[in-house]
């Protein structure tokens, strides 16, 4: 019997990358899912490549959740996965000490900002059934600091706090509302791609940035999908405020361990 069966799962920056493999794994698993992105013209495309319904659904805009609210009053699964760096337009200083307070608010709004509507939204949604699952994708930035990415790095720090406060809020209140934070570390996805780029230097690049990882080696969409699927499904029952890694063995010490 699929996992997700009878099902109905909103994935939030679902075009591509990882929202789309959840997507994608969520539909074969029986869910009826709604894919939502910004970009359309990607989104609905995703969405048709797997019989999916797609809306346009900008997180950080919330005259964009009030209308998914209206036109999707109810809900088993939410995942809030549309994020961003702030490196997408390009190189991009995100220090402490020089980032510019737009650009800190830019990626705030969107990572943050949005899964705090998402989540509002999300409860709102499950609450009639008093039964539903919220996903919540934060990151290892979300766990250690990044100098250099230092509001991508906070705004995926708040997610993880702020997952647990809705797993503790929802319990509170006596319904079976779960909420779990996921952690990944270098997943190849589009999303890497202004760091990497696609000079002669590439393959080079791409294995610099996993050369602390254990596993030496980028993680796969699929995988991370692997994991939302046991959330959003009945497996994960007891599973509330909880934080995961999927990172390759990243977080679980150092690759240098002694002789
Ligand atoms: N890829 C990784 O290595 C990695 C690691 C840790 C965490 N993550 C997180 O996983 C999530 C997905 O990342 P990805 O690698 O698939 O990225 P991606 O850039 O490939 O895809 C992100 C999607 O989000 C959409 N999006 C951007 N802004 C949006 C907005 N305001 N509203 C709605 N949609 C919007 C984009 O159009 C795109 O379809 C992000 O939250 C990211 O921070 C990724």
Not at 133 to 145: C, D, F, K, Q
Not at 244 to 255: K, M, R, Y
Request: hydrophobic residues 45%; negative net charge.
């Amino acid at each position: 019997m699929p996992r997700l069966q009878d099902k109905t799962a909103l994935i939030t920056g679902a075009a591509r990358g990882i929202g789309a493999a959840i997507a994608q794994a969520y539909a074969n698993e029986g869910a009826s899912v709604i894919v939502t992105d910004i970009d359309d013209t990607l989104g609905q495309q995703t969405a048709k490549n797997i019989c999916a319904r797609y809306e346009h659904l900008d997180v950080s805009s919330e005259a964009d959740w009030q209308a998914i609210a209206a036109a999707i009053p109810a809900l088993d699964i939410l995942v809030n996965n549309a994020g961003i760096t702030g490196f997408e337009s390009g190189e991009m200083v995100h220090d402490p000490e020089n980032a510019s307070l737009e650009a800190w608010r830019a990626v705030h709004a969107v990572n943050l900002d949005g899964t705090f509507m998402g989540c509002r939204y999300g409860i709102g949604a499950m609450k009639a059934k008093s039964t539903g699952s919220i996903i919540n994708i934060s990151s290892r930035s979300g766990l250690v600091g990044i100098p250099g990415a230092a509001a991508y790095a906070s705004s995926k720090a708040a997610i993880r706090n702020h997952s647990k406060s809705v797993a503790l809020y929802c319990a509170q209140k006596g319904w079976n509302i779960r909420c779990n934070s996921v952690h990944p570390a270098a997943i190849l996805t589009p999303i890497w791609e202004p760091m990497i780029g696609d000079g002669p230097d590439r393959d080079a690049k791409m294995a610099a940035l996993v050369a602390d990882t254990p596993m030496k080696r980028f993680g796969l969409p699929e995988e991370v999908a692997a994991l939302c699927v046991m959330l959003g499904s009945d497996e994960a029952a007891y599973m509330t405020g909880a934080e995961l890694t999927l990172d390759g063995g990243l977080l679980a010490g150092s690759a240098a361990s002694p002789g």
